[in-house]
């Protein structure tokens, strides 16, 4: 037990050494903030009017979309900070210190989901200006965001084991995002899978995207009606397989990436 309050107590005072270069590198922020805005402008007002979508507003049922992508993507910041501090010897200065070995994956981890709220949050209002409405009652709006956070904060993992595993910031930038591009265009993040050749349908029903944000229009009145929900078991139970699929990624990668911190911190 005190290993664990050890661990937290060191993590959250890594996550605030990062939150303050956040701070003192303002770009960062405001670039990771701009790119999901322009996503919900583009697919708005130019995409929006070409697609229909059955039992809901397209703008309504972009927005999910639009979210899930946004923590996606802003787990990509965890590989290039970890891949920062190891280039710049900052992960041999923080192993010299009397403190968790855990504290420095806590943090980074930490840090980056308290990023991902912050730009969700200026989305949420972009979102409700072009017409965005939830129609539930507020403990499930707010089950919806947790959700949300929980599977970005699932996301820093993977991402922390490709910025341990590679050898520079460029190629964990790189690293970090290149995979996550077809993960989220092969979904129903933006269309509906029911539009996808035949054999692409089951991949994408099951991709843990897909199963994220049926969950969260769900959870927020905006889901879809009829075929272009999906089918079988992913679009009966997508919470219950959001879960699933937030605890396995969880249960892999956190114990992956303890091994390849401690693989890199003895280069």
């Known amino acids: 037990m005190n290993g664990l309050t050890e661990a937290l107590g060191d993590g ?8 303050i270069k956040i701070k003192r590198i303002p770009d960062l922020l405001i670039f990771s903030t701009l790119q999901p805005i322009m996503f919900v402008l583009l697919f708005a007002y130019v995409f929006g009017g070409a697609i229909k979508v059955t039992g809901v507003n397209y703008r309504e049922y972009l927005m999910a979309g639009i979210f899930t992508q946004t923590v996606a993507f802003g787990a990509g910041i965890t590989a290039i900070g970890l891949a920062d501090d190891l280039q710049k010897g900052i992960i041999d200065r923080f192993r010299s ?3 968790s070995r855990a504290a420095v994956l806590v943090g980074r981890t930490t840090s980056d989901l308290l990023n991902n709220v912050f730009v969700v949050a200026v989305m949420s209002l972009c979102g ?16 919806g965001f947790a959700l949300l956070f929980l599977f970005g904060y699932s996301m820093s993992w993977i991402s922390a084991v490709i910025g341990l595993s590679v050898k520079s910031v460029e190629v964990a930038q790189s690293a970090g995002l290149i995979w996550i591009f077809p993960l989220t265009f092969l979904s129903n993040a933006f269309i509906s899978t029911a ?10 029903d099951w991709n843990p995207i897909s199963s994220i944000v049926l969950a969260l ?8 009606a009829g075929l272009e929900r999906g089918g079988g078991f992913p679009a009966d139970h997508p919470l219950l397989l959001a879960l699933l699929w937030i605890a396995l ?7 992956l990436a303890i091994r390849a911190y401690r693989r890199a911190a003895t280069r």
């Open 12 to 19: 959250w005072v890594v996550a605030k050494r990062n939150l």
């Open 97 to 99: 210190l009397p403190m």
């Open 128 to 143: 409700l200006l072009v017409g965005w409405r939830v129609h539930t009652n507020p403990l499930e709006v707010l089950a």
């Open 195 to 204: 539009t996808l050749p035949g054999w692409l349908q089951p991949v994408a």
């Open 217 to 224: 229009r769900d959870l927020w009145g905006n889901a879809p």
């Open 249 to 255: 990624i969880l249960v892999i990668f956190v114990p």
